[in-house]
């Protein structure tokens, strides 16, 4: 593969400052921009930042952000947080590593036949920990840490749902060409029961989604489902098998499977898209009428768009022209890069595995394929589109989202004030989960 001359890396460094993901970059300290977010912003709004470093500010956030929902305890994040050096991906797997094994210590010594709540708790803490500790490892596919992670994070998980009052059922369900690795909860409560099916987004596991949203929906008398397809976390791993657009093909499956149960009222299903999956759950929507309400968390109407904005209109016109080569040389050049800002690195890195490209320009080939032009009509059924204030990611794309929906829309803007205005919501799962399931209960009821 070619790579760019110092000369022209910084042409595109300095030419498309919007490669970097909508932070703060500024050009004459490239050295030292690992998404550097200023540590004395006290305007209103503003959020203590757990690292130099956004993105991994971010992660970090994430990590702790599952505390009200058993996936996490604070304090012992905030020690391995200290240990974080910014923009060094080692030190991210590693401080979360050595917090995983000591959870993973500490619930290996609790009787679970005694003290099942203690066992959950700290096995629910130490899958959620394997989890953040593989984070940033994807830009090398043949780290064995990727699947030996996987393997610890899901034997805690499985360990810890087998404790839930209701305990957790693990089925596989049939797509077309690979299989639905799902869960679900039940909520205890008899009958048929209000059910939303969840999937995560570019990165996140469905075990994840238990602490987003799952335990909240829960604790409101519902059954939840996670599930994951193509693209995702253990079906990435264990098939081999990269995203695809037409995401009807994960969730006919999942609402037949609901559909089959009798503990589910066929008229009380909704589903959550997280993230890059709201996306995903929209389109998904278009092809199957079943489902009483989507939510989009948050909104995206095109990942296509939300990508080439990023890329900027000089690299966009590099690959538009076809010429693969130097479109390649310039991402793999950016990729090589110490001074590259996190996001930017990181989303290229889950990009590349996630889809499962040989290349960047694969990767981008892929890419355009995610949109919902010509697709958005088709959507019958009432959507949640949430925006964050802060979004970082894909900027824009929930008033979009909202705007073609018209009517079926509910739009909602989670404000930075509240603490709720970065990415999905992160840090304020308790109000977004309280403004969104409301919104749900009052569809169905
Ligand atoms: C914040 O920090 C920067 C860099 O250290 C400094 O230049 C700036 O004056 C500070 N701003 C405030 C409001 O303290
Ligand atoms: C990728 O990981 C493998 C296994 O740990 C290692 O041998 C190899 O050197 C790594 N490649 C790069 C480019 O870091
Ligand atoms: C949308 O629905 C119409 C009418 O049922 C159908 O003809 C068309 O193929 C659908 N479009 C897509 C993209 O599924």
Redesign the pocket.
Known sequence: MKFLSLSQLSWLLFTCPTLVFGSPFTPDTPQKSHNIKRDNDTSPGSMVQLNADSDFHFEILRALSFAPYQGADIGEVLVAANQIVPGDFESFHDAFYDLANRVHDSAQAIDSARYPVSARNALFREAAYYRSADFFLHG??????IDSLWTQQLAAFDAAIKLLPTPGERVTLQGDGFEIPAVFYGSGLRGRRPTMLMCNGYDGAQEEMYHAVGEAVLQRGMNVITFEGPGQPTVRRQQGAGFIPEWEKVVTPVIDYALSRRDVDAHKIGLWGQSFAGYLAPRAAAFDHRLAAVVAFDGLYSFAQAVFDQFGPEVTALYESGDEETFNGIILSVLADPATPTTIRWAIEQGIWSFKSASPFEWATEVEKYTLDGIVQNITTPVFVAAAQEEKFFAGQAQILAEKLGDLATYHLFESIDGAGEHCSLGASVLSNQVVLDWFQDIIS
């Open positions: 090398n596919w043949t780290d064995p840490r």
